[in-house]
């Protein structure tokens, strides 16, 4: 664990092997994480940090007498990211049309919208703001709506 004396940080044994074990196979298992989401920078960040977690909690796989970790590591980066899909299938991703941030209504929004459109309504004229009413307010057609006011189409 990393701990500060008088504003100098100690980085302790289980961060020297995290970060060891970052530096020595991080870009190997990013890349490797890259091609498995199809170029998803976040996911791969995501598996990459979570593989080199599952190897700090197993420390016995860093053995110098077991060989290389480097199998294991993208054996366990690939099962991170198959995880990851059977969790996403089970539980599939809510589809809007709409984007996130629009997703549930903004009331400040509407009541700009909303006076936008009046003061739009305000210079047009009378006939003109007749005719809106009857089209959009009112639901009629162009011909509803001209046979109604008594103007051509």
Not at 88 to 103: C, L, M, N, Q
Request: proline share 7%.
């Amino acid at each position: 664990m990393a701990t500060a004396v008088e504003g100098v940080v100690r980085v302790g044994p289980d961060e020297q092997i995290l970060r060891a074990l970052h530096d020595e196979h991080g870009p190997a298992l990013w890349g490797y994480a890259m091609r498995l989401t199809n170029g998803d920078a976040g996911r791969a960040e995501d598996a990459v940090q979570e593989t080199l977690l599952r190897a700090w909690k197993h420390l016995e796989v860093l053995d110098p007498d077991r060989g290389s970790p480097r199998p294991w590591l993208f054996t366990t980066l690939r099962n991170v990211l198959i995880d990851e899909w059977r969790a996403r299938s089970v539980r599939p991703e809510v589809v809007t049309d709409e984007p996130p941030e629009r997703a549930t209504p903004d009331h400040a929004d509407t009541a700009v919208q909303s006076w936008l459109v009046a003061e739009a309504l305000r210079q047009l004229s009378l006939q003109h703001r007749e005719v809106l009413l009857e089209c959009y307010y009112r639901g009629c057609s162009v011909a509803q709506a001209a046979a109604r006011l008594g103007v051509p189409a």
